[in-house]
């Protein structure tokens, strides 16, 4: 059994996913690779994505006509869970979904509009030319008007995502969307990402018409077909690796670090033509090397009378906010004001070193003529907020490192 929930690899029958197309597309062979895992315990963040997509899924569902009593209950108990900064996540997300449909209706006309189709977390299946199901997705939010489609898609992480224009997994949606809804020839898509560090990555958009649909299709049947039934099928180490669970026994991922480490050793010579070629090839290495320091770790701890030439080095323990909301109050009052809804997107992941530079900034800017430094401000917060016990202390790992 692959990663993932038991309930989702059900729901893909086992099947290539419209969510792991990047990585299917460039390394076909991953898929049987990924096959073969076992089932991960599902991490925090996982478990907080889900919750917060299903948060979103009620929110359309109860914005239509065919919400039941159960659905608003338990929309009502998901908000109780959500801390401040999930809430205006979510609430940035509905805002911009909102806008972005508004527009789409707009284009239309609203004489088409009574006629629309809407359908959250929509699960669709992709067939060969011999009726065989070969792939599954399902956008977050699906909206049919004639011949016309918009999709979007939530990404509430805060790593790096590929935009909607080049981005393989709402390419196979627009696929999807095509096979089984005949009268589509035109599919608007848009990922909502209210996390993403930067701006103009916090939503992106495509429209794929015909030909594009087209091309799109034909590339995705001729992967899926090979990621399912070639025996050798192909294998290529780049940036998609990490998000694959069995880059630690892949061979093309072992050739890549031998090859980088052979490269190091003799020097290498970056250049424009390479540049790209290299970055992919390291951030993988580099990726994979985390797993063998975590090894050589445990090796060291569990034989800690024996001599290796290595030792542990303290670092200082991790700061974090306990109580965002009761931060957030004590930031507004400290200042005098509310934060506007742009500098609470600007905090919206609510780190504390994020905080500490805003509360800098602003008292600065409010006492201009003051000779008061950087390092007493930050004194001055960190004080109040351990007053308030705001901030929690986590020990952090010790870090292994070579003597002399």
Known sequence: MGTGTINENLARGGLPSASKMTQIVHCPASFQLNKDELPKPSSDAANEGTMLHRYMELFTITNG???????????????????????????????????????????????????????????????????????????????????RAFVVDYKFGRGYVEPADRNYQLAALAVLVKQNFLNVSSVEVHIIQPRAQEYDRRITSAMYEMA????????????????????????????????????????????????????????????????????????FVSSLCADILKKCNDVVKANPDI?????????????????????????????????????????????????????????????????????????????ELKTLGLIEYKPKADSLKAKG
């Not at 061979?251 to 290498?268: D, H, P, S, T």
Request: proline residues 3%; glycine residues 4%; negative net charge.
């Open 65 to 147: 006509n065919n919400a039941t009593d159960a659905h608003w209950a338990e929309l009502h108990e998901l908000e109780s869970k959500l801390t401040v900064e999930q809430r205006t996540t979510v609430e940035y997300a509905q805002d911009k979904m909102i806008h972005l449909l508004n527009n789409f209706k707009s284009r239309i006309g609203n004489n088409l509009v009574v006629d629309m189709q809407e359908y959250p977390e929509l699960r669709l299946k992709l067939k060969d030319l011999h009726s065989n199901t070969i792939m599954s997705g399902k956008g977050d939010y699906l909206y049919i008007v004639d011949y």
């Open 212 to 283: 594009d649909i087209a091309y799109a299709n034909e590339v995705i049947q001729k992967t899926c077909k090979e990621a399912i039934e070639a025996e050798k099928p192909r294998q290529e180490v780049g940036y998609w690796c990490q998000f694959c669970e069995s880059k630690y026994r892949c061979r093309a991922a072992q050739l890549a670090m031998n090859e980088q480490m052979e490269l190091v050793a003799r020097g290498i010579e970056i250049t424009t033509d390479n540049v790209r070629d290299i970055f992919d090839k390291t951030k």
């Open 307 to 383: 001599e290796t030439g290595l030792y542990f080095a303290k670092n200082p323990p991790t700061r974090s906010i306990t109580n965002s909301l009761r931060a957030l109050e004590w930031l507004e009052n400290k200042l005098g004001r509310e934060l506007t809804i742009p500098e609470l997107c600007s905090l919206i992941s609510f780190k504390i070193g994020d905080l500490e530079k805003f509360f800098i900034k602003e008292i600065k800017a409010q006492l201009p003529d003051e000779k008061i430094t950087k390092k007493t401000l930050s004194e001055e917060f960190a004080s």
